[in-house]
């Protein structure tokens, strides 16, 4: 009779190169998954808000909308979208076992992340010199809200992307896994990102 694998085997040491390695059909721990539906389901949650929102209210929405600047929110999509290519090739690297590129990658993604935390407060300095303020009206309160939330995400991430770099410098602790939860989770807030500025930035 044929006997079910155990699942615990999908982890194995390579006790020639001293790395931890795990073969799953998912990348990145389990617990991570569950984490990002739970992110995206508070984070669709206020979607649906704003949406209903801007329903309630379009001119409002629409006049206020103008007063940002585009250009910001296309540079911080840009630099997130290269920040997660950044994540990807690092993922890529340490699968096929080169460490300095990976510790290369990880380090540009972390770069990425503190030009777009930086844009983002310089841009909410510019809008708060203007006059527009949290309490301005509801769509500089959904446009604070949202983006701040946010930049809380990525700073999160910062201590993923850490945790990353210092497996991948020491060789007893290097783990695939953990390189791709890490991605896992710093994808995600890329994602989130290129909702948030399809709604504030570019629906009309």
């Keep these: 009779m044929p006997v079910a694998p155990d699942v615990s ?25 569950v984490f990002v539906l739970f ?7 206020y979607f649906v808000i704003y949406l209903l929102y801007r329903l309630g209210n379009p001119d409002l929405f629409l006049q206020s909308q103008a007063h940002l600047n585009q250009g910001f929110g296309a ?21 096929e076992k080169d460490y300095r590129s990976a510790l290369i990658n990880v380090s540009l993604t972390f770069a990425c ?23 301005t009206n509801q769509f500089f ?3 604070y809200f949202l983006t701040a939330i946010h930049v809380f995400h990525v700073l ?6 850490g945790v990353a770099v210092y497996q991948l ?12 939860t890490v991605a896992t989770y710093w994808h995600m807030v890329d994602f989130l990102w290129v909702i948030i500025f399809a709604l504030l930035y570019v629906m009309r």
């Design 39 to 45: 992110e995206g389901l508070v984070f669709s949650s």
């Design 9 to 33: 085997e999908d982890r194995f040491l390579d006790s020639k190169n001293g790395i931890r390695q795990v073969a799953s059909f998912v990348p990145g721990q389990p617990d991570i998954w």
């Design 75 to 95: 540079v911080n999509t840009l630099v997130l979208l290269i920040s997660s290519w950044f994540m990807a090739r690092c993922v890529q690297s340490a699968r």
């Design 113 to 135: 992340g503190v030009i777009f935390a930086i844009s983002k407060m310089v841009e909410w300095s510019i809008k708060i010199h203007e006059g527009w303020y949290f309490s």
């Design 156 to 161: 999160c991430g910062f201590v993923f992307l």
């Design 141 to 143: 309160w959904f446009y």
């Design 169 to 180: 410098r020491d060789p007893k602790l290097r783990s695939q896994e953990v390189v791709e």
